[in-house]
C-alpha cells in the first residue's frame, strides 16, 4: 500500500503549503493530480494485491508459514493450520486492497481542508467515518455467513467510502471550493502543472522511503 501511495503521501502537506503561501491555484492542481493519481494508482495497487491472493506462490509471502510452534498450542491442537490461516486471511486482503484508491484520495482531501482550515469538514468525516466503521462492523458480524475477518474488511472499506464522501463534498461543493478552485484542462497541459507532479512525486517518494524502512524494521521486530 506505501509504494502505490507514494504520489498522495506528500499531498496533505503541500496542498496546505500552496494555501499558505496564497496560491491557490497551485493548491487546486495538487488536488486535481491528487485524487486522478489517487484513483489510478489505488486501481493498479488494488488489481495487484487481488492478483497476489490468487496466486499461492505470493500468499505465500503474505501469510507465510508458521515455523516456530508454542509448546502448549501445539499440544493441545488450537495452533491453526496454514490452510485455516489463509482460509481466514483471504477475505479480509481482498477486500482490504480495493480500499486504496479511496484511502489514497482521502489523503488529498484532508491535505485541502486542512490546509485551509476548514476542521469542521475535516472533524465531520472522521466522525462519520469511524462511526460507520463501527456500525457497520457489528452488522457484519451479526449476519450469518460473514466471518469475523471479512466483517473487518467490510468495515474499514465502508469507513473509507464514508470518509471519501463527506471530504469530497467539502472539497468539490463546500466552501473549500472556492479557496482552492480546480485548473481548467488547458491549465492540466501546462508546464507548472508537470513542476507540480514531479515535485509531489519526489516529496511521496521521499516519505515512501521512510516509511518503508520504517515498516522493515516493526515487521522484522514483529
Known amino acids: 500500500q506505501d509504494v502505490f501511495a507514494f504520489f498522495e503521501d506528500g499531498m496533505t502537506v503541500l496542498i496546505g503549503a500552496a494555501v499558505g503561501a496564497g496560491d491557490p491555484a497551485a493548491a487546486g492542481t495538487l488536488t486535481l493530480l491528487g485524487y486522478l493519481g489517487g484513483l489510478g494508482f489505488g486501481v493498479a495497487g488494488s488489481g495487484f494485491g487481488t492478483a497476489a491472493g490468487l496466486w499461492p506462490w505470493l500468499m505465500d509471502l503474505i501469510i507465510p508459514t508458521p515455523k516456530h510452534h508454542c509448546a502448549t498450542a501445539a499440544a493441545t491442537g488450537v495452533l491453526a493450520s496454514e490452510a485455516q490461516l489463509k482460509a481466514i486471511a483471504l477475505p479480509y486482503w481482498l477486500i482490504s486492497v480495493w480500499t486504496w484508491s479511496f484511502a489514497f484520495c482521502n489523503k488529498v482531501g484532508t491535505g485541502v481542508v486542512l490546509g485551509t482550515n476548514s476542521l469542521f469538514d475535516w472533524a465531520l468525516a472522521t466522525v ?53 478552485p480546480l485548473p481548467s484542462r488547458a491549465a492540466l497541459r501546462s508546464a507548472e502543472t508537470t513542476r507540480l507532479a514531479w515535485v509531489a512525486a519526489k516529496s511521496g517518494a521521499a516519505m515512501m522511503v521512510a516509511t518503508l524502512t520504517a515498516q522493515a524494521q516493526s515487521t522484522a521486530t514483529t
Do not use: M
Open 128 to 180: 462519520v467515518g469511524q462511526a460507520v466503521a463501527i456500525g457497520s462492523f457489528l452488522v457484519f458480524v451479526a449476519a450469518d455467513g460473514v466471518p469475523n475477518a471479512a466483517a473487518v474488511g467490510l468495515s474499514n472499506l465502508a469507513s473509507s467510502v464514508a470518509y471519501f464522501l463527506v471530504i469530497g463534498h467539502a472539497v468539490f461543493k463546500g466552501p473549500t471550493a472556492r479557496l482552492v
